[in-house]
């Protein structure tokens, strides 16, 4: 009879661990669509011939730093896809319509770690070479990654102080 009420704390405690990383992934999916000065961002195909204004940045691990210092919100499916590491060069047009089209323009030298994925203070990091690098929550869902998986990430090269990943692989 004591099993029973163990098996319900197990099934909870997966139940709440499921809940938060859902309530994480549709917090970053609100910032990618909305930004997170509630203006609203449009992703679209970077393909498109669009005029409108054009700013370059520098990827931060989440958003783009325009040279004004503003940050401007990158959708975090298009970071994961992209693969972007800290560091990386983007120009952002705004177009007339108020889209936002990203395009990957300076990608800097990167290199490959493998590292454990672990998960505190409603974040995700991987612990590699004895440190930990945040990632998106946007990587671990499309690579459907739980905590304690092996993954392949990328890390900028020449910072040794980079706080944020991308997600290769998951191995």
Do not use: C
């Amino acid at each position: 009879m004591s099993e029973l009420p163990e098996k319900q704390v197990k099934r909870l405690a997966g139940l709440i661990q499921e809940a938060e990383t859902n309530l994480a992934a549709a917090k970053e999916l609100l910032i990618s669509i909305v930004g997170d000065d509630g203006s609203i961002v449009t992703p679209r195909n970077s393909q498109e011939d669009v005029s409108g204004k054009v700013i370059e940045g520098v990827f931060d691990g989440q958003v783009m730093i325009g040279p004004d210092g503003k940050n401007y919100p990158v959708p975090a499916n298009y970071a994961s896809k992209s693969k972007l590491v800290e560091g990386d060069i983007l120009k952002l047009t705004i177009a007339d319509d108020g889209g936002f089209i990203y395009k990957q323009i300076g990608p800097i030298e990167r290199r490959q770690i493998i590292g454990t994925l672990v998960q505190h203070d409603g974040a995700f990091y991987v612990e590699a070479n004895g440190r930990e690098y945040r990632i998106l929550l946007a990587s671990v869902t499309y690579f459907r990654i739980k905590e304690g998986d092996q993954v392949t990430i990328i890390v900028p090269e020449d910072n040794p102080e980079a706080i944020w990943a991308a997600v290769e692989a998951a191995l």
